[in-house]
Each structure stands twice: as structure tokens, then as C-alpha cells.
Nanobody, 120 residues
């Protein structure tokens, strides 16, 4: 069983930055594709970024502003969020799936989420 714990959310002004972290309780996240999702009130969950050893994905809504990265030695995945907008306000979730196929947006393991609020 993989446990994922997100941190780093909070309140930030528009144009600011935040870095989310996701710590995974596995031997190594190198075997997993990792992803970040978000869900705003009243909206569907959105797949915004994904990463495997061979591939990186960004949704158009965050491309050029957000960066997904990982530190396999620390079993941690990051989401660097720059130029934040009020419409980025959401609960952000980390997710993992064994292997490299993740572009379908289907993941097996999920964190509990961390709130990001961007004020105008």
C-alpha cells in the first residue's frame, strides 16, 4: 500500500508562487509515475501534471507556469507553481501508479489533498 502525503498549500496573492510537496511511503518512487490533480468547488477534478522517467505532461491550464519534479532519493514529488491566478484556487492532490503509463489520468494511489487559495 502506497501512502501519499501532500504539503505546502496555503494562501498566496495572485502572481505569487507556491511549491507543493508529496512524500511517498514506498521503497522508491522511481518505479512509479506520479501526478498532480486539482479540484475546485463545484468543478470536476482536473489532471494538471504527470511525470514518469520517460515522459512529462502538463494541462494547457498550467503549462508554462507549473513544473513537476521529483527527488527519488527523498521519495518526494514536487509541484512548483508560479504566476498563480485566482482560478488556480483548488484542493491539490498527489497521485501515483506503478509503471510509466499515466496519461489516461488513471492512478491507483492518492493523497488527502492540500488547499491552495489564490487571492486577487
Amino acid at each position: 500500500q502506497v501512502q501519499l502525503v501532500e504539503s505546502g498549500g496555503g494562501l498566496v496573492q495572485a502572481g505569487g508562487s507556491l511549491r507543493l510537496s508529496c512524500a511517498a511511503s514506498v521503497r522508491t518512487i522511481g518505479s512509479y509515475a506520479m501526478g498532480w490533480f486539482r479540484q475546485a468547488p463545484g468543478k470536476e477534478r482536473e489532471f494538471i501534471a504527470g511525470h514518469s522517467w520517460s515522459d512529462t505532461y502538463y494541462a494547457d491550464s498550467v503549462k508554462g507556469r507549473f513544473t513537476i519534479s521529483r527527488d527519488n532519493a527523498k521519495n518526494t514529488v514536487y509541484l512548483q507553481m508560479n504566476s498563480l491566478k485566482p482560478e488556480d484556487t483548488a484542493v491539490y492532490y498527489c497521485a501515483a501508479i506503478l509503471g510509466v503509463k499515466y496519461r489516461s489520468g488513471i492512478f491507483d494511489y492518492w493523497g488527502q489533498g492540500t488547499q491552495v487559495t489564490v487571492s486577487s
